[in-house]
């Protein structure tokens, strides 16, 4: 049992779990996924200011944050007691593409040139990781939504402005990967 929690789920069994989130959320209890919104609430909860936007009756989202730090507590285990004993299978020509950028074969799942502590205090992944931040944050602002929020609520409801910052979050990483990321790695 163990084995099967360790390795990678294959798409067809984590994105149905996934999707299917979204009506048991309705069903249940007349709720949408998202998890941008938490931040809000978790603002309205802490910060006793007269702000209008964080004026409102935030208890009624408690299952917005406990759902929140289930995917917490969630990753915690499935990161740290639940780590993969084999590396990531990868393609020769992916690995020769990661070598390309300074990354080298590991063992582990996230190579230690982009995620270390050593690394992060340099310059050009404090641009990565403070700069990213920024843009993820504005961009959550500015759509409206996250990720989560668009691409797996917003699109199950046919919201044709979650299919637009879908296809947009999209565009956007690909563009990133291919032509931000190697100027900045190397």
């Not at 990531?88 to 990354?103: E, F, K, R, V, Y």
């Amino acid at each position: 049992m163990m084995d099967f929690l360790r390795q990678p789920w294959p798409w067809y069994v984590a994105g149905p779990i996934i999707g299917l989130t979204v009506p048991l959320l309705l069903l249940v209890g007349n709720r949408v996924l998202g998890i941008s919104s938490s931040l809000r609430h978790i603002c309205a909860m802490c910060i006793p200011a007269k702000v209008p936007f964080l004026k409102y009756n935030w208890k009624d989202y408690l299952w917005n944050i406990y759902f929140v730090i289930g995917l917490l507590v969630g990753g915690f285990i499935a990161g740290v007691l639940l780590q993969p004993v084999h590396a990531m299978p990868l393609s020769d020509a992916t690995w020769q593409n990661l070598q390309a950028l300074g990354i080298s074969k590991q063992g582990g799942i996230l190579p230690v040139e982009v995620y270390s502590w050593s690394h992060l205090f340099t310059w050009k992944h404090l641009i990565i990781t403070v700069g990213g931040g920024f843009l993820v944050g504005f961009g959550t602002r500015y759509s409206g939504g996250c990720t989560s929020g668009h691409g797996i609520a917003g699109i199950s409801m046919m919201q044709w402005p979650s299919l637009l910052a879908t296809v947009l979050f999209f565009a956007g990483g690909i563009v990133t990967a291919n032509f931000i990321l190697p100027l900045l790695l190397k």
